[in-house]
């Protein structure tokens, strides 16, 4: 069974539509996260929520909004997508708020034409 | 903010042989030091982690040391498997007004040749 698992996992999409990306731990952990992994394999942190409370937003453009509707789930919603977008999206999830190990869902890999 | 540097960027090993990684970290206040695997297409899985009350950890063939002084930790890994083959990450958290921002370094793409 899965315990942190993202839809969809590829996603082909035109500039400047909208999309969104699902996440959903079944870890009972308290805090959930959205990376993003660009070409160059770097991974960087965009979003952080505890208990459904935004905790950081690493100055990621304000086109990506997470939304947290229970502590099962974030979701990524991207307007106006532009061609640097392109990358592959990571959701993690851990225990508690702090230096507990994240578990990562599979990735959403994200083309922008 | 935090800067992680991880070197180098590629390492060629031969199976048998050791594999060393070495992350830099500039932010004082970090105190957790997590590396992580990841495959190729696959997720990157946590494998072994260190917190700054500690200066060596090991977990069979693979150990993490801690220099909080010169502010560098390093992933060693013994007698490599062609399996080993991945991206090692490693990364610090830091306390920020009562938070944990986790930074990545920027990876390290390990080739082990049979």
């Known amino acids: 069974d899965t315990a942190v698992s993202q839809t969809p996992k590829y996603l082909v999409t035109q500039m400047g539509n909208d999309k969104s990306i699902k996440c959903e731990q079944n870890?009972?952990?308290?805090?959930m996260y959205w990376y993003k992994q660009d070409s160059k394999k770097f991974l960087k942190i965009m979003f952080s929520?505890?208990?459904?409370?935004?905790?950081i937003n690493e100055t990621v453009p304000n086109r990506f909004s997470p939304k947290s509707p229970d502590k099962a789930h974030l979701n990524l919603h991207i307007n106006s997508l532009e061609l640097g977008d392109s990358a592959v999206y990571f959701c993690?999830?851990?225990?508690?708020?702090?230096?507990?190990?994240?578990?990562f869902g599979p990735g959403t890999r994200l083309t922008v034409l | 903010g935090e800067n992680v540097e991880q070197h180098p960027s590629t390492l060629s090993v031969q199976e048998g042989d050791s594999a060393v990684i070495k992350c830099t970290y500039s932010?004082?206040?970090?105190?957790?030091f997590p590396w992580y695997k990841q495959e190729l297409g696959k997720r990157p899985q946590l494998i072994i982690d260190?917190?700054?009350?500690?200066g060596e950890k090991k977990d069979q063939r693979i150990a993490v040391t801690l220099n909080k002084t010169a502010k560098h930790f390093s992933l060693h890994i013994t007698e490599t498997q062609p399996e080993d083959s991945a991206v090692y990450f490693c990364?610090?958290?830091?306390?920020?007004?009562?938070?944990?921002?986790?930074?990545f370094g920027r990876g390290t793409s390990l080739i082990v040749h049979p």
């Open positions: 990364a610090a958290s830091r306390a920020s007004g009562g938070s944990y921002i986790p930074t």
């Open positions: 870890l009972g952990h308290d805090t």
């Open positions: 932010d004082s206040a970090s105190n957790y």
């Open positions: 929520y505890n208990n459904k409370e935004l905790i």
């Open positions: 260190i917190r700054s009350n500690v």
């Open positions: 993690a999830s851990s225990l508690r708020w702090g230096d507990n190990e994240q578990f």
